[in-house]
């Protein structure tokens, strides 16, 4: 999906110290796993421009998407969205 427009745009906050402050609400080991991480895999948007990102498991790995409404894309095709994080 789209983060362009619609009610998920809405959502979207675009400063810098918003994404820090949305990386600060996660616990200090989360947090470092995110920054590392740096983008969602499903949108490729920085983790924590759409607020507080959530953690999921798949497999062994546990990866951050940046939003609720990247899970259900996410489980359609991990794969494909595994693929984006190693480019």
């Known amino acids: 999906h789209e983060h362009g ?3 998920h745009a809405e959502h979207m906050m675009s400063a810098s ?3 820090e ?6 616990s200090p080991e989360d947090r ?3 920054e590392k991480q740096r983008i969602c895999p499903v949108t490729e948007e920085p983790l924590g421009s759409m607020g507080k990102p959530i953690k999921v498991t798949h ?4 990866l951050f998407l940046c939003c ?3 899970k ?3 489980m359609q095709d991990p794969a494909k969205c595994m693929a984006k994080l190693n480019q």
């Open 59 to 62: 497999g062994e790995h546990e």
């Open 68 to 70: 609720e409404m990247c």
């Open 32 to 34: 470092a796993a995110a």
């Open 17 to 19: 110290t918003d994404v």
């Open 21 to 26: 402050k949305a990386l600060a609400e996660l």
């Open 72 to 74: 259900d894309e996410f």
């Open 5 to 7: 427009e619609g009610e």
